[in-house]
């Protein structure tokens, strides 16, 4: 009963929860840090920022938990390079969003390695949008450049040579 309730492929379902969180995460650090200056109790204010940071790092987690087994079932369509880029830019955005969210725990506290770790977490915030924006900007080439959804369909409509070779083309065609 439980699993008509969960999309398949799960992966391309729960991708956009941390795409979304990342585009909101430096305006939430910037409003806690604006409300802070004027007088917000940190543990509070920040507590925002900071659960946004958790939120991220499950979601993110999750995605490249899901990832997995979809990078198996794609790589029969599409060539093993561009799905282990779209793979390694996940988990460098993973590691950089447990960072940040370790840095905006320390956030939390009232003294000056508080204050600090706010402003270090607020700057983080933008790294970890270019972060986003890159596995983003690879997960969107994995499916509109390279047919991954092609893997799922029934239809047939791309086989895995078919597939493999269309990438290949694709990543000579960028070379010239």
């Known amino acids: 009963m439980l699993t008509s309730f969960i999309p398949s492929p799960l992966h391309p379902a729960i991708v956009h929860l941390p795409m979304a969180l990342v585009i909101l995460l430096p305006v939430t650090a910037v409003i806690a840090l604006w409300a802070i200056r004027r007088g917000g109790a940190p543990m509070r204010v920040w507590g925002v920022a900071a659960a946004m940071h958790a939120a991220l790092v499950l979601s993110a987690w999750a995605s490249l938990a899901s990832g997995d087994s979809a990078g198996e079932q794609v790589e029969k369509v599409v060539a ?83 597939g493999r070779e269309t990438s290949r083309s694709r990543s000579a065609d960028d070379d010239r």
């Open 80 to 162: 093993e390079a561009p799905v282990e880029s779209h793979e390694e830019a996940a988990e460098a955005f993973l590691a950089l969003a447990v960072g940040a969210l370790v840095v905006a725990l320390v956030g939390l506290r009232r003294d000056r390695a508080g204050t600090i770790a706010r402003g270090v977490a607020g700057v983080g915030t933008l790294v970890l949008l270019g972060a986003g924006w890159q596995v983003g900007h690879s997960g969107g080439q994995l499916v509109y450049r390279y047919g991954a959804a092609s893997a799922y369909t029934t239809d047939g409509a791309v086989t895995a040579d078919a």
